[in-house]
């Protein structure tokens, strides 16, 4: 059963504290995405990796986000420093490069104090 | 991104009972998605819709693609209970910049009572 996991589910950290984030793509998808979901902004993409190259990383803070993927079974997006608004669930959703379907992971639910 | 509109944000129905929810676009969209969220889980796709006019079921489930590819409705028939949860929908442009980025809705939540 080909599934998008993602680590941790949850964490709770305190600003300023770095944050990490990892996302194991289904094997052989060759697209990432990084959405951010929030009750106010709903769900808003961050990220966007296409044989692990950045296509599109145009809604994600500059100053404080960074996405990359090592390799082709890790995607990482790290905050640096946290802030309290960056409170939210972060998905990951992983597809083929030619179809129009995301699969996306469980989440990683962060909560920044 | 383009501003997707969903609605309605939320219905409380009797199980049973028909639903209907539809999101409008200003921009033309290639594909149409659905997607339905548990809590605590990631949004599932449903629906996909390809073409102009395209009219897809799954289950009790039937989606169309609007003529003028700025909107889209999702009908549930005769809904159950684990049809509770938010439901998405996603419009996709491909282009250079953004590839196969997609645009979501802010979703409509569903309740259903026994």
């Known amino acids: 059963d080909a599934r998008v996991t993602q680590t941790p589910r949850d964490k709770v950290t305190e600003m300023g504290q770095e944050v990490t984030m990892r996302c194991q793509p289904i094997?052989?998808?060759?697209?990432v995405f990084w959405y951010r979901q929030t009750m106010m902004q709903g769900l808003e993409l961050l990220a966007y990796?296409?044989?692990?190259?950045?296509?599109?990383d145009s809604g994600m803070p500059k100053d404080r986000f960074s996405a990359e993927m090592p390799d082709a079974t890790l995607a990482t997006l790290k905050i640096q420093p946290s802030e309290p608004r960056d409170s939210a669930v972060y998905f990951c959703?992983?597809?083929?490069?030619?179809?129009?379907?995301?699969?996306f992971g469980p989440g990683t639910r962060l909560t920044v104090l | 991104g383009q501003q997707l509109n969903q609605s309605p944000q939320s219905m409380f129905i009797q199980e049973g009972e028909d639903v209907s929810m539809n999101c409008t676009s200003s921009?033309?969209?290639?594909?149409w998605l659905w997607y339905k969220q548990d809590p605590g889980e990631g949004p599932v796709l449903l629906i996909a819709?390809?073409?102009?006019?395209e009219l897809t079921s799954n289950g009790r489930l039937t989606a169309q693609f609007g003529i003028t590819r700025k909107d889209s409705f999702l009908n549930i028939s005769a809904s159950i209970p684990s049809d509770v949860g938010i439901y998405f929908c996603?419009?996709?442009?491909?282009?250079?910049?953004?590839?196969?980025?997609?645009?979501f809705g802010k979703g409509t939540s569903l309740l259903v009572t026994p």
């Open positions: 959703a992983s597809g083929l490069d030619g179809g129009n379907e995301q699969f």
């Open positions: 094997l052989g998808h060759n697209t």
């Open positions: 990796f296409r044989n692990r190259a950045p296509l599109d």
């Open positions: 921009s033309i969209f290639n594909t």
């Open positions: 819709l390809y073409k102009a006019g």
């Open positions: 996603a419009g996709q442009v491909l282009n250079s910049n953004s590839g196969y980025a997609l645009n």
